[in-house]
């Protein structure tokens, strides 16, 4: 057996030792790396830092891998020294091993720009994952985040930076972001991108010093201008790590130069990945350097015969919203043709370059769902004579299926992991690959970036024979994602307001139907917090009445558990005599509805009842109904308006995904219809049952049993935190009885009030949190969110002469 | 046709139509953010209030049924039955909303 000491741990080594092991198992094998970690995905590092995935969720070989495939994995040892003639590894702790083979994967470090001061603290590159754990430690909501360098790993530090909360400015050198990949235009799309999502862009700026004591408190530029900051990333580019190159004494220019099979000018020795120079030519993304592995696996174990023939650099941007793809050439250059396709509106930018017919380079920004077309089309240097009417549109296809078939086996589908159509189908129909989950495991397809997930989806539903569909239902053509999707996306990208998850989502407008969800969405996910935009709306919730057919509104004040008072009696009445009350109406929820009121009295109404808004024209807490319980009846066995009063005092002026019904009833005869409610409280001798998903609308369902309790107090608590469930996970649109058949009643138990006492507390925390920050909308009479919000304009000249 | 004074362009929150009675005649005017727009107040369909609707680029659903009215063209878009509802030009000068309207009296003629 021949010893083979692989010299790095990262994506490109280990790749490359995979597939040496595909090959033969003839190698002895030792790994050294210099960093405490079992190999991870590196290119998801800047979701690691976007609280997206956690450390945990981005390893690629787990420690087992490693044992079971007989490695010597050796963590936290640099190798500072090679002795090429006594074939000598020497590692920073005093080791010295042996090899036969050696292979050099020790990738590429962040380049330090010229800038003084840059020993001070909070000062960090971002090349691993303790660089992304300091940063993160040091990145407090409200500090001043400054990144330096405008490009792929700049731009995506910058939007983790925000996620977290730190006021974000990026600082490029040059006059455009992204210049190495795209065109000044393109740039200048993607600038306009990346600040509606809140990140404060400077170009054209040379960074000279950095200021502070020990800690770094601001950066001065070359032109004299100064800018705060609390902690500075250095995101300026990358360099070759070659010196262990120079020390093995194989020929090194920018970085370890190697042939087209790989090998360096020793043939024991040989190099992978960011470290490596290839006919001139050094790459940073992964889809080439695993290519590179592959071709050194064959070399290394005596199967020299593939070869690696360079790779047209491509680069893809990892914020989500923010697409933007690059390969090939950037900038038209004599005898190339740039095809064009642009709306400044919703941000969209697209440039082909094209020449003698084949396409020789792309940029892509604000839609990049084409870029593997256009990859394959660089990849296959396709004759594109026949499709130059329609370059930028994809030829109309039957259907998404039709659309697959015709890729060819050799595209690749996943750009992160190199993985082609061809070893999907070839997983599908050789190992019997029938979900993501398996895909994923057996061809790693899908698991870098995650963009191509969709096309993975595509190939299985057409190809697997197991395959089932997940059915998923998108909110609205303007934002098309699922309510699932949002939710994540509101939260992780931390999105306040609707019309920023418009711009950066969707079309930039919405519409009746998407507006109001969205609405609701932002206030569940922010608890309150978020910023309300009465526009988005629809009119009951922004002047908080029933609108009625003839365009004047039905007022229902709050009756606690349908309680009144003879003096609450007479204030109804008299103002359904004072404004002309067209009708006064007992409901079917215990209350009182004031018909026929014209927009401009609503507040006059509210203030002359001086009871608060009961919600009767929202999404939200209706009412509980109540039967009197032990206060006054015979058979009473539990105190239903009293729990009844409660339960509605803690839910009221909250939304909710549909309406919410509720009911407490004081024994099992049921009086006030309990279970046909959204939330029942059934009291029982010494209990209560908690019923939940219950209808008497539309449908008629009886509600199922979430839990049995002894005390009103836990009966109170177990309600509250289905509701906030029931707000948190539920479609907009989604009445409970929809919600908890969707769900199962089995899940929706173990997630609430089985859940763990951490889950159950949490719920309930921010439950708390919507509380304290709701309040009784009718307070707007007073305090009115817009001076025009219950009147019609008066108009300055009344009339015409 | 006369340019009426109407109301201080900050009367009209973003995105949001508010009604003004002119001369007899209920109008809805809309800030759209870049522009205001101004249509008649009712709906082709039964009447509803255009004012209270949602507005999403250059269009408002009606409030009562979700009819969709286009408010540069006055055109009903969907469902598309071939109604409309009269536009006004609307001008805004010195933060003034002006709206362009045909006197009462040369419309009754």
């Known amino acids: 057996m021949e010893d083979l000491v692989v010299i790095g741990n990262g994506m490109a080594g280990i790749a490359c030792l995979e597939q040496i092991l595909k090959h033969s198992p003839k190698f002895r094998v030792t790994v050294f790396g210099e960093e405490t970690h079992v190999n991870y995905n590196r290119i998801l590092l800047s979701s690691v830092l976007a609280g997206e995935r956690t450390a945990d969720e981005i390893t690629l070989n787990p420690l087992e891998w490693y044992q079971s495939n007989g490695i010597t994995l050796r963590l936290g040892v640099r190798i500072v020294d090679i002795d090429p003639a006594a074939r000598l590894a020497i590692g920073d702790d005093g080791s010295v091993t042996h090899y036969d083979k050696l292979l050099i994967a020790t990738g590429s470090r962040a380049f330090l720009p010229p800038i003084s001061g840059l020993n001070k603290e909070n000062v960090f590159t971002f090349r691993n994952l303790d660089d992304t754990r300091d940063i993160l430690a040091a990145a407090r909501p409200g500090a001043k985040a400054v990144v330096i360098g405008g490009g792929l790993l700049g731009l995506e530090a910058a939007r983790g930076l925000q996620v977290q909360g730190c006021e974000v400015t990026v600082v490029h050198l040059l006059e455009t972001l992204m210049n190495m990949q795209l065109d000044m235009t393109g740039g200048e799309y993607l600038q306009q991108k990346m600040e509606q999502l809140g990140v404060r862009v400077l170009t054209s700026r040379v960074t000279q010093r950095l200021l502070g004591e020990d800690k770094v408190e601001g950066i001065e530029f070359a032109n004299g201008e100064l800018l705060e900051a609390d902690l500075v990333v250095i995101a300026a580019g990358i360099r070759p790590n070659a010196d262990l190159g120079r020390k093995a004494g194989v020929t090194v220019n920018r970085g370890i130069v190697v042939n087209d099979y790989m090998e360096t000018s020793d043939p024991r020795v040989f190099a992978v990945g960011e470290c490596v120079e290839h006919r001139g ?278 009756m606690r558990g349908g309680v009144t008072s003879p003096a609450e009696l007479r204030r109804i009445a008299d103002v359904a005599e004072k404004y002309n009350v067209r009708m006064v109406k007992i409901t079917g929820s215990q209350r009182i509805d004031l018909l026929g009121v014209r927009k401009s009295d609503l507040p006059k109404i509210w203030a002359d009842l001086g009871m608060p808004s009961g919600q009767a024209y929202t999404k939200g807490v209706r009412m509980v109904k109540t039967c009197v319980g032990t206060e006054f009846c015979r058979f009473g066995v539990q105190d239903a308006i009293r729990t009844g009063i409660e339960l509605e005092r803690r839910l009221e002026n909250l939304y909710t995904p549909h309406k919410t019904k509720m009911a407490v009833t004081g024994c099992p005869r049921n009086c006030s219809e309990a279970t046909v409610k959204d939330i029942g409280l059934v009291g029982q001798e010494g209990s209560w049952q908690v019923v939940v998903g219950g209808a008497a609308g539309k449908r008629v369902r009886k509600a199922d049993l979430l839990i049995t309790v002894e005390s009103t107090e836990e009966a109170l608590e177990a309600a509250m935190i289905f509701f906030q469930y029931y707000r948190e996970n539920a479609n907009y649109l989604e009445r409970t009885y929809d919600f908890v058949e969707r769900v199962g009643i089995e899940k929706v138990r173990k997630e609430t009030v089985y859940a763990p006492a951490a889950q159950k507390k949490a719920l309930l925390a921010r439950l708390q949190k919507s509380k304290t920050l709701s309040r009784d909308a009718w307070l707007e009479r007073e305090a009115p969110v817009h001076p025009t919000q219950f009147v019609q304009i008066e108009p300055l000249e009344a009339t015409i002469q | 046709m006369k340019w009426i004074r109407v109301t201080a362009a900050e009367q009209i929150p973003l995105r949001e139509g508010r009604s003004v009675q002119i001369d007899g005649t209920e109008i809805a005017i809309f800030n759209l953010g870049d522009r205001f727009l101004a249509v008649d107040n009712a709906c082709p369909h039964r009447g509803g209030p255009l004012c209270d609707g949602i507005v999403s680029g250059a269009t408002v659903a009606c409030p009562l049924h979700g009819y969709k009215i286009c408010l540069e063209s006055g055109n009903m878009l969907s469902p598309d039955l071939g109604v409309r509802v009269d536009t006004y030009p609307v001008r805004v000068e010195d933060g003034v909303v002006l709206v362009q309207i045909e006197p009462a009296k040369d419309r009754a003629a």
């Open chain 1, 281 to 558: 030519q050094v790459y940073g993304l992964v889809a080439p350097l695993l290519e590179q592995g592959k071709v050194l696996a064959a070399t290394i174990t005596g199967n020299k015969g593939p070869t690696f023939e360079g790779w047209k650099p491509a680069a893809k941007l990892k914020i989500m919203g923010v697409d933007v793809f690059s390969a090939g050439e950037v900038v038209e250059t004599e005898g190339a043709h740039a095809v064009r396709y642009e709306d400044p509106a919703i941000g969209v930018y697209k440039k082909l370059i094209i020449r003698d017919n084949r396409l020789t380079g792309v940029v892509l920004v604000g839609d990049a769902a084409d870029s593997g077309r256009y990859m394959e089309w660089l990849r296959t240097n396709a004759d594109l004579l026949v499709r130059r009417r329609n370059l930028l549109f994809p030829e109309p296809a039957a259907d998404q299926g039709q659309s697959i078939a015709d890729m060819p086996d050799g595209e690749t589908v996943c750009g992160c992991m190199g993985v082609t159509k061809g070893q999907i189908i070839a997983a599908i129909h050789e190992r019997g690959v029938n979900t993501m989950a398996q895909l994923k495991e057996c061809t790693r397809a899908s698991t870098g970036c995650g963009s191509c997930s969709g096309t993975c989806e595509a190939l299985l539903k057409a190809v697997a024979p197991g395959f089932e569909e997940e059915t998923k239902k998108l909110l609205c053509k303007c934002v098309p994602f699922t309510q699932e999707s949002l939710r994540e996306i509101i939260r992780s990208q931390r999105l306040r307001s609707v019309q920023q998850v418009l711009q950066i989502y969707g079309n930039g407008i919405g519409c009746e139907v998407c507006k109001p969800a969205l609405s609701y969405l932002v206030d569940v996910i922010w608890c309150g917090d978020h910023e309300e935009d009465r526009s988005a709306r629809f009119i009951n919730d922004r002047v908080h009445a029933n609108i009625q057919k003839d365009g004047t509104f039905s007022v229902v004040p709050r």
